[in-house]
């Protein structure tokens, strides 16, 4: 890459850092925000899901934008957006305003992940595409794991104020991004050639996307179960204290941010994306079962730390994959795959905790399964003859 190219994705990377940190800064304070407004755990719980429903509805559509209107205006337009998504939760005093940030806050990620990923797929070869996408997912993992530590220390001063602190980051990302940031050169005329909505809507059921799809669902919905509920499976069957939870949880992503770093575009190299897809998904299964037997503590900090390498492989190996097979429908992929994450990520809590309700060990038999269908359902996926993978 050369320094234009690598300025590009560093703003571009930036970008998805602020969007992922802003959507961490809740976590920390959500305990007093239930206390401020006296609600119940299931609204938060609603509100949480509000945000991935309002990405799943808009995600389609936005793919079809981003191929239409342009990559750059839906990254600007999506920052506007989740800018002023943070600050109207920081502003707001009653639950309907709340709900609407959150939404609010849906669609802004819905604009900005498919546009970011068809603007990397645009200005990177078939060979430097794994490493900026390996990139994009560890900007991702990092600011998720860096937001709630941000927002409980800006808490200390305020609860409001890391979501001001939120809004403006947003706000001047947007502006960066306006002035620093060119409509990329695509290889083909997308305005002509990309599918109707309709159209897009049918070719997920394409043999060439089909799979791909689902395991994303599969990843996501795995991740999601695991993760949204790993603190009170901990916190019941070991008492485990918060620092305990925030020292695991920190240091797994932490990992499986380098992992995506270091290992990912060698792995890639050396083995393909599906492979490593397939590889990766066992490892996950496998160590997702591991949890509900494992009792010591550093067993259960190494169970934790190697699920994390594990899911967080799959997702750039999946999206290098798909933005390969992608041609003139970069939008339309990067979409889809907003669209099923945000599918596996409200299944994925709903269902682990009715089941954790009934035994603490559930969620993470039902993950299992589901993880190995994944696994079942990659051993039958087949590169495109007609395309280097």
Known sequence: MNKKQLLTLSILLSNLFIAFLGIGLVIPVLPTLMNELKISGSVVGYMVAAFAITQLIVSPIS????????????????????????????????????FISRMLGGISAAFIMPAVTAYIADITTLSQRPKALGYMSAAISTGFIIGPGIGGFLAEFGTRIPFYAAGILGFLAALLSLVLLKEPTRATDDEQSAPSILGSAKRIFSPLYLIPFVLIFVLSFGLAAFESLFSLFVDHKFAFTPSDIAIIITGSGVVG???????????????GEINLIRYSLVLSAV?????????????????????????????????????????N??????????????????????????????????????ATIVLTLGVILALFWRKPKHIEI
């Open 63 to 98: 793919g079809k934008m981003v191929d239409t209107i342009g990559r750059k205006i839906m990254i600007v337009a999506g920052l506007f957006i989740f800018g002023f998504s943070e600050l109207l939760f920081g502003l707001g005093r009653t639950v309907e305003i709340l």
């Open 287 to 327: 160590l997702t079962f591991a949890m509900t037997f494992v009792s010591h503590y550093f067993a259960i900090l190494f169970v934790t730390f190697f699920i994390f390498v594990g899911f967080d492989l799959i997702r750039p190996a999946v999206t290098s994959y798909l933005s390969k097979i992608a041609g």
């Open 329 to 366: 429908e970069q939008g339309f992929v990067g979409g889809m795959n907003s669209m099923f994450t945000s599918l596996g990520n409200i299944f994925g809590p709903i269902l682990g905790g009715v089941l954790f309700d009934i035994n603490l060990n559930y969620p993470y038999y039902f």
């Open 257 to 271: 941010a380098l992992a995506q770093l270091v290992l990912f575009d060698w792995l890639t190299k050396k083995m």
